[in-house]
């Protein structure tokens, strides 16, 4: 509206200019609305906004809040009040790298405020670029992270220290397991005490009372019938043999003598100790593959280990029934030897089946546990699929379970045995058609702490002829070994009382005689002493007790040997 003015500068009217400013208006409050949606994003998305000039030298700020409003920086001096000093080479050389490229920026550092207090301060920077294309100033936010690295550090520290405690955790654990393990220890010592006194304790009293009886009847003078008496005695001294071989096979220590035996011929030769053994209600039937059923394992336990299979088949079957004994070359390979736990190859499988009563899941998963039984308390000790598990393992083989729970599907136990290509042994088979030439009995070193041990195998040995040096330790043994007297054969126990034990005492003897024959006698697991497997040439091991006729017979065969490989004539052997 504008006044208009007469000659005398009167106001003679007005003029008015009308002017639609709607569009004006729209835009003007659009541009306030943007304004508070843009304040509203930056006090939600940073805690300051500042300006920074091209060359980095001056800072304005523009907007801060919170804790960063305590960051009041401009000028050139920015620098140093608003970054850590420890952290300024590292965001200068982020400044310079970011101006030569013209390209945003970002970097995390610390800053002091007034008070001396630390923050972690997050920096972010993008440049205004002219019509040439050049940076006009620099637009930057900085936001408070403090809360944020303070989390990433406790985390970081957190996983630090994480592989400690599991550790700790897992040795916490194995402690607790340990613990367990040895609770178990002692409640299967206790089983073991248990159930080995129970048979000892039988064993013995048949011995004792045989021998006690033995001796009031020959001093009443009543010879007659003396030999029942004797047999009681000696049958309780085998059942004890029989029950510390299975213990020494249950913890797989025991030292074993392997020699190479056509498994079919050693079923064939076992037939009627089993079929005594078994009972006439019982059937057996063989089916043997005698081609190439060569395995080198320890003859006497393998023998032991059928003889238990069979009766534990007897025990299955109450009523009667049949045992049927196989004997096949298998290939053991890929899944097979994967589930047996065996090196692929071939193996002799040795199969006892019966059809008695089986056995569920649950009985098979425990069958090879030591004392685990189920026969009634008294008529078994729980050892003997331990033992031939422990024999069967220690002569690199496997022993496998087929049951079939009820309906007469019976239980298969396999005996997977390595294959040998030695041929098998026929020593025996010599002993028997040798006819000895008439010459003296051979010089023998005997060495037994044991002093009853010793006057026994002496007169054993001295009633085949042969001439006997004794010693009582290992450093007796050595001062006679050490002297010119000639010996053929060397017989010593292992444990030996003092600082010398039999394999020492036998190492000693060949170093001066490298041809001597030795013969080791012991009554526990002497693997450790001797060496599991097998030994040198010449060399052989007789687990007590032994009967004479055993100790005859070893004796006489190492002697062979020795004599076969000097070409000298073998001793008679003299009439009882």
Same mark, same amino acid.
């Given at each position: 509206?504008?006044?208009?003015?007469?000659?005398?500068?009167?106001?003679?009217?007005?003029?008015?200019?009308?002017?639609?400013?709607?569009?004006?208006?729209?835009?003007?409050?659009?541009?306030?609305?943007?304004?508070?949606?843009?304040?509203?994003?930056?006090?939600?998305?940073?805690?300051?906004?500042?300006?920074?000039?091209?060359?980095?030298?001056? $800072?304005?700020?523009?907007?801060?809040?919170?804790?960063?409003?305590?960051?009041?920086?401009?000028?050139?001096?920015?620098?140093?009040?608003?970054?850590?000093?420890?952290?300024?080479?590292?965001?200068?050389?982020?400044?310079?790298?970011?101006?030569?490229?013209?390209?945003?920026? =970002?970097?995390?550092?610390?800053?002091?405020?007034?008070?001396?207090?630390?923050?972690?301060? *997050?920096?972010?920077?993008?440049?205004?670029?002219?019509?040439?294309?050049?940076? /006009?100033?620099?637009?930057?936010?900085?936001?408070?992270?403090?809360?944020?690295?303070?989390?990433?550090?406790?985390?970081? *520290?957190?996983?630090?220290?994480?592989?400690?405690?599991?550790?700790?955790?897992?040795?916490?654990?194995?402690?607790?397991?340990?613990?367990?393990?040895?609770?178990?220890?002692?409640?299967?010592?206790?089983?073991?005490?248990?159930?080995?006194?129970?048979?000892?304790?039988?064993?013995?009293?048949?011995?004792?009372?045989?021998?006690?009886?033995?001796?009031?009847?020959?001093?009443?003078?009543?010879?007659?019938?003396?030999?029942?008496?004797?047999?009681?005695?000696?049958?309780?001294?085998?059942?004890?043999?029989?029950?510390?071989?299975?213990?020494?096979?249950?913890?797989?220590?025991?030292?074993?003598?392997?020699?190479?035996?056509?498994?079919?011929?050693?079923?064939?030769?076992?037939?009627?100790?089993?079929?005594?053994?078994?009972?006439?209600?019982?059937?057996?039937?063989?089916?043997?593959?005698?081609?190439?059923?060569? $395995?080198?394992?320890?003859?006497?336990?393998?023998?032991?280990?059928?003889?238990?299979?069979?009766?534990?088949?007897?025990?299955?079957?109450?009523?009667?029934?049949?045992?049927?004994?196989?004997?096949?070359? /298998?290939?053991?390979?890929?899944?097979?030897?994967?589930?047996?736990?065996?090196?692929?190859?071939?193996?002799?499988?040795?199969?006892?089946?019966?059809?008695?009563?089986?056995?569920?899941?649950?009985?098979?998963?425990?069958?090879?546990?030591?004392?685990?039984?189920?026969?009634?308390?008294?008529?078994?000790?729980?050892?003997?699929?331990?033992?031939?598990?422990?024999?069967?393992?220690?002569?690199?083989?496997? $022993?496998?379970?087929?049951?079939?729970?009820?309906?007469?599907?019976?239980?298969?136990?396999?005996?997977?045995?390595?294959?040998?290509?030695?041929?098998?042994?026929?020593?025996?088979? @010599?002993?028997?058609?040798?006819?000895?030439?008439?010459?003296p009995g051979r010089s023998v070193l005997l060495?037994?702490? @044991?002093?009853?041990?010793?006057?026994?195998?002496?007169?054993?040995?001295?009633?085949?002829?042969?001439?006997?040096?004794?010693?009582?330790?290992?450093?007796?043994?050595?001062? $006679?070994?050490?002297?010119?007297?000639?010996?053929?054969?060397?017989?010593?126990?292992?444990?030996?009382?003092?600082?010398?034990?039999?394999?020492?005492?036998?190492?000693?003897?060949? *170093?001066?005689?490298?041809?001597?024959?030795?013969?080791?006698?012991?009554?526990?697991?002497?693997?450790?002493?001797?060496?599991?497997?097998?030994?040198?040439?010449?060399?052989?091991?007789?687990?007590?007790?032994?009967?004479?006729?055993?100790?005859?017979?070893r004796v006489t065969e190492l002697l062979l040997?020795?004599?076969?490989?000097?070409? =000298?004539?073998?001793?008679?052997?003299?009439?009882?």
């Amino acid at each position: 509206m504008t006044v208009l003015r007469g000659e005398e500068n009167q106001a003679v009217g007005y003029v008015v200019v009308f002017r639609d400013r709607t569009a004006e208006r729209d835009a003007s409050e659009a541009l306030a609305q943007s304004e508070r949606r843009l304040g509203a994003l930056v006090a939600a998305a940073t805690q300051s906004l500042y300006s920074v000039s091209p060359d980095w030298q001056h $800072v304005e700020q523009i907007y801060r809040q919170g804790d960063m409003a305590e960051l009041k920086a401009t000028g050139g001096a920015w620098r140093e009040q608003l970054i850590h000093p420890e952290d300024r080479p590292e965001v200068e050389l982020a400044i310079a790298h970011a101006r030569e490229l013209a390209s945003p920026l =970002e970097v995390e550092h610390r800053a002091l405020l007034a008070d001396g207090t630390v923050r972690w301060v *997050q920096l972010r920077e993008v440049p205004l670029m002219d019509s040439e294309g050049n940076v /006009s100033e620099w637009f930057g936010a900085a936001s408070d992270i403090t809360d944020r690295r303070v989390a990433q550090e406790r985390l970081q *520290q957190l996983t630090a220290t994480l592989e400690e405690r599991v550790q700790a955790r897992t040795e916490e654990l194995m402690a607790m397991e340990e613990r367990l393990r040895q609770g178990q220890k002692m409640e299967s010592l206790g089983q073991l005490t248990g159930g080995i006194a129970h048979d000892f304790n039988n064993m013995l009293t048949a011995v004792s009372m045989g021998l006690e009886l033995l001796e009031m009847r020959v001093g009443q003078g009543r010879l007659e019938d003396l030999g029942r008496y004797v047999e009681m005695a000696r049958t309780g001294a085998d059942r004890a043999a029989a029950l510390t071989q299975r213990l020494l096979a249950f913890s797989r220590r025991q030292t074993l003598a392997p020699s190479a035996i056509h498994v079919s011929a050693m079923v064939n030769g076992m037939l009627d100790i089993l079929s005594r053994s078994i009972g006439p209600s019982i059937e057996i039937e063989t089916r043997l593959d005698a081609v190439e059923d060569v $395995v080198r394992v320890d003859a006497p336990q393998l023998e032991n280990a059928l003889l238990n299979l069979c009766i534990n088949a007897r025990d299955a079957m109450p009523d009667g029934g049949r045992i049927s004994i196989e004997t096949e070359l /298998s290939h053991v390979d890929g899944g097979l030897a994967e589930r047996l736990a065996l090196t692929p190859g071939p193996y002799v499988r040795l199969s006892v089946r019966d059809t008695g009563t089986g056995m569920d899941a649950r009985v098979v998963e425990k069958v090879f546990e030591p004392f685990f039984t189920t026969k009634p308390i008294g008529q078994g000790t729980g050892l003997g699929l331990s033992m031939i598990y422990g024999f069967t393992r220690q002569s690199g083989g496997q $022993v496998a379970v087929d049951s079939i729970p009820g309906g007469g599907g019976g239980t298969t136990m396999h005996l997977y045995l390595p294959q040998s290509t030695a041929d098998a042994d026929d020593r025996i088979q @010599e002993m028997a058609t040798l006819v000895p030439a008439t010459s003296p009995g051979r010089s023998v070193l005997l060495v037994e702490d @044991e002093t009853a041990i010793r006057t026994l195998v002496k007169e054993v040995l001295s009633s085949l002829g042969h001439r006997v040096t004794e010693a009582a330790n290992g450093s007796d043994a050595l001062t $006679v070994l050490a002297s010119e007297q000639h010996f053929d054969l060397l017989i010593t126990d292992v444990g030996l009382t003092g600082s010398l034990n039999g394999r020492q005492v036998a190492d000693a003897g060949r *170093q001066r005689r490298p041809t001597l024959p030795v013969l080791f006698i012991t009554g526990y697991a002497a693997s450790v002493a001797v060496g599991a497997g097998q030994l040198e040439s010449g060399m052989e091991i007789l687990s007590k007790p032994f009967a004479a006729g055993e100790l005859e017979r070893r004796v006489t065969e190492l002697l062979l040997e020795a004599v076969k490989a000097s070409n =000298e004539p073998f001793p008679a052997t003299p009439a009882a």
